[in-house]
């Protein structure tokens, strides 16, 4: 099971970047999903969940409004559409996914069972 993450870079505070996510080794269509993050010499923290449906999203209050989760369960993908980007955004996201079937969306790092490798964003100022 591999999820791989990709969309990363540099952008400039205001602009705006998509991350995807794709699953590889088996389908995620039924699970929860999420994205967290990890500052340099900060701990991982929740950025946005999804629930296996896509029905319910789930964001941290420093993202809300500027960050959209969404996913294609056809194409096993996740992705995080981040607009208004800030300096503070700057981190490695990493994509992860539940194995509990037909589960609503999690915030917590232990809910979680799968992890990809991550991808850097760098917002300048």
């Known amino acids: 099971v591999q999820l791989q993450a990709s969309g990363g870079g540099l952008v400039q505070a205001g602009g705006s970047l998509r991350l995807s996510c794709a699953a590889s080794g088996r389908t995620f269509s039924g699970y929860a999903m999420g994205w967290f993050r990890q500052a340099p010499g900060k701990e991982r923290e929740f950025v946005a969940g999804?629930?296996?449906?896509?029905?319910?999203?789930e964001y941290a209050d420093s993202v809300k409004g500027r960050f959209t989760i969404s996913r294609d369960n056809a194409k096993n993908t996740v992705y995080l559409q981040m607009n208004s980007l800030k300096p503070e955004d700057t981190a490695v996201y990493y994509c992860?996914?539940?194995?509990?079937?037909?589960?609503?969306?999690?915030?917590?790092?232990?809910?979680?069972?799968?992890w990809g490798r991550g991808t850097q964003v760098t917002v300048s100022s």
């Open positions: 992860t996914a539940d194995r509990t079937p037909y589960s609503d969306f999690k915030r917590r790092q232990d809910e979680y069972d799968y």
């Open positions: 999804i629930s296996w449906s896509g029905d319910s999203t």
